[in-house]
């Protein structure tokens, strides 16, 4: 009669199949920060998607009969057909008459926008320039010296001078604030291109006379995308607070184009007896660069492998 056969703890442990990595996408969903983050940034963008749905009268209507109304008030105002309308004014309204309230959702528009080009922008240049200095040894002092120069001046300061030289308007304030983002996106790419260029991988690709542009397409670029998206989301939430910035000091858009930033400059004056011309729009400039901030942190935790090895 045979003895039973028996297992060892050891022998079980191998044959239990090791549980299953979470991806990135689930990763990304189980983080608190992303999903708060992404779900404000949505709300923004959807606000500002339907603005025309949503304003209770034209953001440029000056009303003088109905100037410095507070929130909830109402005001009656003549339509393009002649009649006498009734306006609800939910944030109330400026020293012009014109509401709040609309000129807060068309200017997420703005806003938004502005912030989206100056990161896709910064990125594309950035990117560019960083693959050249940190692949091309020859290039890499030039390029860097002309960035140090760059990132030696405050950005604030050096966005007011590029504005100071245009004429102001939505391009040159895109342009203002993308000329001091580019330094910073270069040394990222660089940092990463000097680490990657040693590898193994890419020694061979260049031995076996892959050509550069599909080695640095094939081999480099792939290991910049990690960084680049969440050094994106930094830099939108930079420049809409640049923008609001430059908007306040009457230097950035031009005020017949509600923004954040130009709704609270015509604001301030009368501060402290009509608190709610700065109060609204600066509670969604600061949601919104809270938002976008906390979906950097959230991807910068899930896509770094340095902070998930610490977590």
């Not at 760059?150 to 007011?160: F, H, K, T």
């Not at 930079?238 to 858009?253: C, K, M, P, R, Y």
């Amino acid at each position: 009669m045979t003895a039973p056969a028996t297992t060892t703890p050891l022998a079980d442990a191998a044959d239990t199949p090791a549980p299953a990595k979470p991806t990135v996408w689930r990763k990304l969903f189980r983080n608190p920060a992303v999903l708060t983050g992404l779900a404000i940034v949505l709300v923004m963008v959807f606000i500002g998607l339907i603005a025309p749905l949503i304003a209770t009268s034209d953001p440029s209507a000056i009303n003088p009969a109905a100037r410095n109304r507070l929130p909830m008030a109402e005001s009656s105002m003549r339509a393009d057909d002649g009649t006498r309308i009734t306006v609800k004014h939910w944030m109330g309204t400026d020293t012009l008459g014109r509401d709040v309230f609309s000129r807060v959702v068309y200017g997420a528009r703005v806003s938004i926008f502005i912030g989206v080009a100056v990161a896709a922008i910064s990125i594309g240049v950035g990117l560019v320039v960083g693959l050249l200095a940190g692949y091309f040894r020859w290039l890499d002092s030039v390029i860097m010296r002309i960035m140090d120069g760059l990132m030696a001046i405050p950005a604030i300061l050096l966005a007011i001078a590029v504005v100071s030289l245009s004429r102001a308007g939505l391009l040159s304030v895109i342009i203002a604030i993308v000329v001091p983002e580019v330094p910073r996106v270069v040394r990222l790419v660089r940092a990463v291109v000097l680490s990657v260029r040693e590898e193994p991988y890419v020694e061979a690709a260049r031995v076996s006379g892959t050509p550069t542009l599909k080695l640095l397409i094939r081999h480099v670029l792939p290991n910049t995308v990690a960084p680049l998206i969440v050094q994106g989301t930094f830099i939108c939430a930079s420049a809409i607070l640049v923008e609001a910035i430059l908007s306040f000091l009457g230097i950035g858009i031009p005020p017949e184009i509600p923004t954040w930033g130009n709704i609270m400059a015509e604001g301030r004056q009368l501060f402290r007896v009509f608190p709610h011309n700065i109060l609204y729009p600066g509670i969604f400039l600061a949601l919104t660069v809270l938002a976008v901030n906390m979906l950097g942190d959230g991807l910068r935790d899930t896509l770094d492998p340095k902070m998930e090895k610490r977590g």
